[in-house]
């Protein structure tokens, strides 16, 4: 995994609230065990009417926004435990997700993919959704190592959580076996030790 310090980056709205993982990825489309090709199918029905075409309704179709930031309503991720719904969110080309509310399991298979889930109050949520109405190319500026989260329309911030092993990873690009192989040297030292 990449790197992640600070992102700034125009944003895609999507205010919809209890958007679960088979809005997110149909179960349909689960048959496969490698991530590749996951993004394509984001949003699959949203996005493509039932004769495969793109519904321009639809944020994701539409060319005024575009961004490595989703915005969603509350309760984004709910349902089945998928990792499939991680995937596609990552595969499509997202970095972060900003709801004021993400279900447990998504926010963690988020969060081992690489895409960091950010909790804001549901006020910092609806002054997105506001900012970007009214100007499609606003920005948000997530600053991880400080835990903040800037709306660059209206000079507002919040702070939000992250679970330290897990920014950790993220800062430093791990996954959980890169964690591990970087602290091989203190795990044998241990091992020595444990076994005098």
């Known amino acids: ?33 490698s991530k590749d090709g996951f993004g394509d199918n984001l949003f699959r029905d949203w996005r493509f009417d039932s004769n495969n075409q793109p519904v321009k ?3 994701l179709n539409n060319p005024a926004y575009k961004g490595t930031i989703l915005v969603a309503g509350k309760n984004f991720g709910s349902g089945s435990s998928r990792e499939h719904a991680a995937w596609a969110v990552a595969g499509y ?7 004021s509310f993400f279900a447990d399991i998504f926010k963690n298979n988020a969060l081992n993919n690489g895409v960091l889930p950010v909790v804001v109050s549901d006020q910092f949520l609806a002054g997105i959704f506001a900012a970007a109405k009214t100007n499609n190319h606003m920005t948000l500026t997530v600053n991880l190592e400080e835990q903040r989260i800037t709306n ?18 993220l800062l430093n690009g791990f996954d959980d076996i890169d964690f591990l192989l970087s602290n091989k040297e203190k795990i044998e030292h241990w091992e020595q030790a444990a076994s005098k």
Do not use: H, W
């Not at 080309?93 to 709801?99: L, P, T």
């Not at 660059?152 to 990873?169: A, H, R, V, W």
């Open 57 to 59: 309704e639809f944020v």
């Open 93 to 99: 080309g997202f970095n972060i997700v900003v709801s």
């Open 1 to 33: 995994m990449e790197k992640f310090k600070t992102l700034t980056s125009s944003i895609i709205p999507l205010p919809i609230e209890n958007v679960d993982t088979d809005q997110i990825i149909p179960a349909r489309f689960l048959k496969a065990t």
């Open 152 to 169: 660059n329309e209206t000079g507002l911030s919040e702070q939000f959580d992250i679970n330290p092993y897990k920014k950790s990873c």
